[in-house]
């Protein structure tokens, strides 16, 4: 143990962004459409009157598949590919609020392009973790932070550490990164960020 903390160089107690201290990411779904909207300059609320479904997009299944034919002395030639399978998916889209991004204006800013929350088209909720997609999530953290003027609510999250996480990076408090090295005669930087997680009130 000693020896690998000798060798190991510190990066530092605090984290300074990425996946340890990420943005609230809310999920939502984008409306898309070539026909309606042309290069992104459609009339305000073009996604009303769009009869293609703009929420929606059509995906491949999967690769497609080459085709063969067996031949008589027994080998196979590639005669074409197999009909692509399409499946029909939102247009999921995480959208970062957070006062570093346009002023905290994103998510407003999304929804005056006609994205949508997933609970208006007959999804469940889903968690404002950034990179998470867990449904249904439990702890609602309603709390309202205000940071440089900006004011955002914590959000929803699916375990309480993530909330805690979130409610700590808008109000910009730096959060310890919780890697196995220690500093010193402390707690490591593990227990450091655990009690840093427990002390917020949700
Ligand atoms: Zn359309
Ligand atoms: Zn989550």
Not at 58 to 71: I, L, N, R, S, T
Not at 134 to 152: L, M
Request: charged letters at 25%.
């Amino acid at each position: 143990m000693a020896t690998a903390t000798k060798t190991k160089k510190p990066v530092g107690q605090f984290s300074t962004g990425g996946l340890n201290r990420p943005l609230k990411m809310v999920k939502m779904i984008q409306a898309r459409c070539n026909e309606c909207n042309p290069k992104g300059q459609g009339p305000r609320g073009w996604w009303d009157d769009c009869p293609h479904e703009p929420y929606f997009s059509m995906v491949p299944a999967g690769p497609p598949k080459p085709k063969f034919e067996e031949q008589e002395d027994g080998t196979f030639t590639q005669v074409g590919e197999e009909v692509g399978k399409y499946v029909k998916r939102p247009n999921w889209k995480q959208i970062a609020d957070d006062v570093k991004v346009s002023s905290g204006r994103m998510v407003k800013i999304q929804q005056e392009r006609g994205s949508k929350y997933p609970q208006e088209l007959g999804y469940p909720a889903i968690c404002d973790y950034f990179n998470c997609w867990e449904t249904n999530p439990k702890i609602h953290a309603q709390r309202v932070i205000t940071h440089e003027d900006v004011q955002t609510v914590v959000g929803n999250y699916h375990t309480r550490d993530e909330a805690a996480i979130a409610t700590l990076r808008l109000r910009g408090v730096p959060i310890y990164l919780g890697t196995a090295s220690s500093y010193g005669e402390g707690a490591s930087d593990i227990e450091r960020r655990r009690a840093q997680l427990d002390e917020v009130n949700i």
